[in-house]
């Protein structure tokens, strides 16, 4: 067999070590599952079939391995991590399974026996779209990370019947449809129907008075409703250590339908059950920006009480003190989304364990940890007071608790500053009073970080500034990662065996190994064999957009990339006016010697976004414009891949060439998708922004194109009254591309259909700076394509770009929360 295969990668075993279910017993434990548990013929079984099978007899494997972490983790009476998260975007499961197993050979040797071959039936999977974007995405890179590095941890979430809406692209629009994932079966979990726990909303607060004479807090009424646990596999990379995700999801509680079923009312219970059920139905479509749904609040308590009570389980069979909670258990917050838990926690030990509130919070704050992911304004989570009454109570309650306590201190500590109390108040107080999460969130943990070093650094120095004064030792940052098994090793399995070839496998789990690339990166040969296995996946990707979309791409042109979720701030709209830019020199002068690109969008805007979605719509629009004019033939092309996903990231990350990470600088938090795309081998294009700011320290800046202004440029231009017409009246290019898109260049048939996004950018102030930044971002992308006219050159910063990401592997960042957060060790 030719060794510089995926399938010869695939039979490396280097590490692993013997499953308890032996390797070679796959393809009889495929058709085991065909006929047992799926109940099919198994002489014929189909694809969908066999891919169901193959998941059921690794998941038996699976279990095996989790039985005995779990075994490790108590034996050791480890200190436990808990990781909440409203999401997680695991991606398909198959291949990441095989590939941690070990197994992926077998698989596929077991396939071709039954007449498949891995590719087809992976292609079967239907990806859990349990998030939104780069808060979710991240969470399943940490939970992979925690696998490979033994942490006895746990990831808690809910199991949404929908996930993230499934995006059609239909004339240029973007439609949603309900992404029904559950439909092909469960084959990766166990629900534990057997496992459930109470979750209580609304009702009332009695208060008594007990015979100790303590006050007493009881809730009266409202309903209850139960979670059910589905636990899903996290293999860590070959070291048969197997985490779980536990996810939940409601059900019905009994005593209210038998109640219900007892006075005959049949259709109301029925109706009641729907209701319950109701709240993990599906997932919020919005990346950024909170929806202030009742629904929405009930998902997020419902994720906590459930968790908590799990926690606690747990920790009572230890048979040790309260006081021990904090040495025992870390409950980490993936943004505010459960920051209910802190007050959750606190009735927990004040009302039902009935520890003096000092006591209890004083286990609380040494017990939470919280991590930011977003300074847009408009993203910081709050709740309307009122609203939190009614689904919460009791909580509502401990909160103001909380709050009168936190001011109290605040007021011995800042005594001349009254107006203090009322910016850090955990309650917003105006016409109408909201709860603060994030104010809840860093009062209620010893830990708060961001998520990139300029992240970090802004946090502390602006958004939550008077935080950092009052408690500056919470404060610390933790830059994101992404995990390598995923992100190189599958995704691009041919440059992971090349990258292997020359410098064995140590890198899947320790990437800072990559360096030994460098100084590969002078050699003419390792350069022509980089840059065949990145043509050969770009024709890969060619093929496939012209399976979908029916265009035509030359592999051999630069593919400028831009995907990920559609929101102004991340200025696709910028990239558009540059790519009509482009197309008026060539319409201009069609021998101006433009480089030959393909620009390709991806992502969803969320379905209520007007303005992300009529972008899209110009996207498409422009695409179709200049895709059909004969002047401009393979010069430029313009691609919309609809509904981007994580199958679809695998797809695209390996065959681009240019990645565009073009926020306005201080609003990406940290970004993930730049790290996946540089691991790959991509040359960014960037502003100085969340973590692109690291990724230039690591990589240099010849290796990546940076531009436009910096944060605090932004903020003096903001503050000195930004005049965006300005650069309209001087920059005749840029004017030429507004007067296009505002006459309905674009839109033939209703000339008006764009005309409110250049008046967002002429007439209604810019937010984004969209103009501010144009110039200088055309500048650098001629600097781009003259540097890939250096093929060569080209190929050098390819690969310097990947030797140089090691930093960036998500096992770097959670060995950091693992020893500089949580206190904890592999087990
Ligand atoms: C996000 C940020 O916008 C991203 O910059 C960041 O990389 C990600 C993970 O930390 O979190 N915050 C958010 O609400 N959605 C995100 O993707």
């Known amino acids: 067999m030719d060794s510089t295969t995926p399938e010869a990668l695939a039979g490396m075993r280097e590490t692993a070590s013997p499953a308890t279910l032996p390797a070679d017993t796959l393809k009889a434990d495929i058709l085991w599952h065909v006929l047992y548990s799926l109940g099919r013929d198994n002489e014929r079984p189909d694809r969908q079939t066999v891919f169901r099978a193959l998941a059921l ?84 890179c940490y939970l ?7 942490l006895p941890a746990y990831g808690y979430g809910i199991r949404y019947a929908f996930g993230i809406f499934h995006q059609l692209i239909r004339d240029g629009q973007q439609v949603e449809r309900a992404d029904n994932w559950l439909r092909g079966g469960q084959h990766w979990e166990f ?56 996810l939940w999801a409601a059900k019905s509680s009994r005593e209210f339908e038998f109640s219900f079923f007892n006075t005959g009312d049949y259709i109301g219970a029925v109706e009641k059950k729907i209701r319950d059920e109701n709240i993990s139905m599906v997932l919020y479509p919005n990346d950024e920006a909170p929806e202030g749904k009742e629904l929405r609040l009930k998902q997020q308590f419902f994720l906590v009480s459930a968790t908590m009570q799990d926690i606690v389980r747990r920790f009572r069979k230890k048979g040790v003190a309260w006081d021990q909670f904090p040495r025992k258990n870390v409950i980490h917050l993936n943004e505010t989304h459960p920051a209910v838990a802190i007050p959750e926690l606190m009735r927990l030990l004040v009302d039902e364990e009935l520890l003096p509130w000092e006591e209890a919070w004083y286990i609380c704050v040494r017990t939470f940890a919280y991590t930011n992911h977003t300074v847009l304004p408009e993203a910081l989570e709050v709740w309307p007071e009122e609203l939190f009454r009614k689904v919460l109570p009791r909580h509502l309650q401990i909160i103001y608790e909380i709050n009168r306590r936190f001011l109290h201190d605040v007021r011995r500590q800042f005594p001349h500053d009254p107006g203090l109390l009322a910016r850090v108040s955990l309650i917003h107080e105006g016409e109408q009073r909201f709860v603060r999460m994030s104010h809840l969130a860093i009062v209620g943990s010893f830990s708060v970080n961001g998520v990139s070093a300029h992240h970090s650094n802004i946090i502390k120095e602006s958004i939550f500034n008077e935080f950092y004064k009052i408690f500056p030792e919470r404060f610390n940052n933790k830059t994101n990662g992404i995990t390598p098994r995923r992100w190189l090793r599958q995704c691009n399995p041919t440059l992971a065996w090349l990258i292997t070839e020359h410098i064995g496998t140590e890198w899947l789990t320790d990437l800072e190994q990559l360096k030994k690339l460098e100084p590969y990166a002078e050699s003419a040969g390792f350069q022509k064999a980089w840059m ?50 482009l197309y008026n020199r060539i319409r201009r002068d069609p021998d101006a010697g433009i480089v030959p690109r393909t620009f390709i969008f991806g992502g969803k805007a969320a379905p209520g976004y007007y303005m992300a979605k009529h972008i899209i719509q110009l996207i498409n629009a422009v695409g179709y414009t200049i895709n059909t004019d004969p002047r401009v033939g393979d010069m430029l092309k313009v691609v919309f891949l609809q509904n981007y996903c994580v199958t679809l990231a695998e797809r695209i990350m390996p065959a681009t060439d240019l990645s565009e990470q073009i926020s306005t600088a201080g609003m990406e938090a940290s970004g993930t998708g730049n790290m996946k795309f540089a691991l790959n081998g991509a040359i960014t294009i ?9 990724m230039l320290e690591h990589v240099g800046d010849e290796n990546l194109f940076l531009f436009g202004l910096l944060s605090h440029e932004v903020e003096d231009l903001r503050r000195q009254g930004y005049n965006p017409r300005t650069f309209y009246e001087t920059d005749s290019e840029l004017r030429e591309v507004l007067d296009m898109i505002s006459g309905g260049y674009f839109s033939p048939g209703d000339p008006h259909m764009f005309r409110d996004i250049v008046e967002s950018l002429l007439n209604h ?35 310097l770009n990947t030797a140089r990401m090691g930093f960036f592997s998500s096992d770097r960042s959670m060995g950091e ?11």
């Open 57 to 140: 007899a690794l998941r038996d494997r699976l279990v095996e391995k989790w039985i005995a972490s779990q075994r490790a983790i108590y034996a050791k009476s480890s200190k436990r991590v808990y990781y909440l998260s409203l999401e997680f975007l695991p991606g398909p499961f198959l291949r990441q399974n095989l590939i941690a197993l070990g197994l992926e050979k077998e698989a596929r040797d077991a396939l071709t026996e039954l007449g498949f071959t891995l590719d087809d039936v992976a292609g079967e999977e239907w990806e859990p779209g349990l998030g939104n974007g780069g808060l979710g995405r991240l969470a399943s």
């Open 144 to 150: 992979d990370s925690m696998a490979a590095l033994r």
């Open 191 to 246: 629900e534990r129907t057997h496992y459930m726990h109470p979750v209580r909303f609304y009702g009332s607060v009695r208060e008594w008075v007990d015979e100790q004479g303590r006050l007493r807090h009881t809730l009266e009424g409202g309903s209850t409703v139960m979670a059910m646990a589905c636990d899903m596999f996290i293999p860590g990379y070959r070291n048969d250590y197997v985490l779980n995700m536990r």
């Open 532 to 581: 065949e296995v990145r043509l050969r996946n770009k024709q890969k990707l060619a093929e496939y957009i012209h399976a979908k979309n029916g265009i035509t791409i030359l592999p051999e042109s630069l593919y400028d990339v831009h995907v990920k979720r559609f929101h102004e701030y991340k200025r696709q709209l910028l990239n558009i006016l540059h790519v009509i830019t």
């Open 686 to 694: 960037g502003t100085h922004d969340g973590a692109n700011i690291e």
């Open 765 to 799: 102030g810019d937010r984004y700076m969209v103009l501010a930044d144009f110039r200088s971002y055309a500048y650098r992308q001629q600097d781009a394509a003259r540097a890939y006219l250096d093929q060569p050159g080209w190929a050098r910063r390819s690969m």
């Open 817 to 827: 929360y693992a020893r500089d957060i949580w206190g904890v060790e592999g087990v």
